[in-house]
């Protein structure tokens, strides 16, 4: 049980938008930043948004973040077939002394 | 380039230690931190801990304390990870990340991940 919330799966077709959720509490999200991670089939996780809403160098502006209160969300926009990977939401949590991940969203492009 | 190189596959059996290295290349390694996340068979990731590459300083997931130890050898910018008392779910895919000291800038170069399977 992670203390992170994802959806398990999300799907959508090419050219759609999608967002994926991330659920926390006070202790976690509530208080401290959001990064998000891209884990394409059989490789190392890739950071893709960090706080909260910020793009690494080379990131497309198709994905961004959003947070409110103790929710946050990653937006894709113009969903393409590589965008196909598994998604995870990462936050520091106060409680813990530890950063927390989401359980993972994995994404299907139909 | 920025990257870290990690050490090969490992199997071992219950009980037994294992050592990951993690080896830092295309920037000042005593200016980052660098967190250990494995990844069981089918399943999310779980951070293990972070050491400073600055002094030595170290914080571990609450369920691993006693069992792991980080280091690093700053004189060839390395980085290790040393798990013992293995158990079967100890099985997984082990990465080592460049984690700056502060939160909120994320885990931004990533190892190539070592398997570690533990089966008698």
């Known amino acids: 049980q992670s203390v992170l919330t994802q959806p398990p799966s999300a799907s959508g077709t090419p050219g759609q938008r999608v967002t994926i959720s991330c659920s926390g509490s006070s202790s976690n999200i509530g208080s401290n930043t959001v990064n998000w991670y891209q884990q394409l089939p059989g490789t190392a996780p890739k950071l893709l948004i960090y706080s909260n809403n910020q793009r690494p160098s080379g990131v497309p502006d198709r994905f961004s973040g959003s947070k409110s209160g103790t929710s946050a969300s990653l937006a894709i926009s113009g969903l393409q077939s590589e965008d196909e990977a598994d998604y995870y939401c990462?936050?520091?949590?106060?409680?813990?002394?530890?950063?927390?991940f989401g359980g993972g969203t994995k994404l299907t492009v139909l | 380039q920025v990257q870290l190189v990690q050490s090969g596959a490992e199997v071992k059996k219950p009980g037994a230690s294992v050592k990951v290295s993690c080896k830092a290349s295309g920037y000042t390694f005593t200016s980052y931190g660098i967190s250990w996340v494995r990844q069981a068979p089918g399943q999310g990731l779980e951070w293990m801990g972070w050491?400073?590459?600055?002094?030595?300083?170290?914080n571990y997931a609450q369920k691993l304390q006693g069992r792991v130890t980080m280091t690093t050898d700053t004189s060839t910018s390395t980085a290790y990870m040393e798990l013992r008392s293995l158990r079967s779910d100890d099985t997984a895919v082990y990465y080592c990340?460049?984690?700056?000291?502060?939160w909120g800038y994320g885990m931004d170069v990533w190892g190539q991940g070592t398997t570690v399977t533990v089966s008698s």
């Open positions: 050491i400073s590459a600055y002094n030595g300083n170290t």
């Open positions: 990462a936050a520091w949590d106060d409680s813990l002394n530890a950063p927390v």
């Open positions: 990340a460049r984690d700056p000291p502060n």
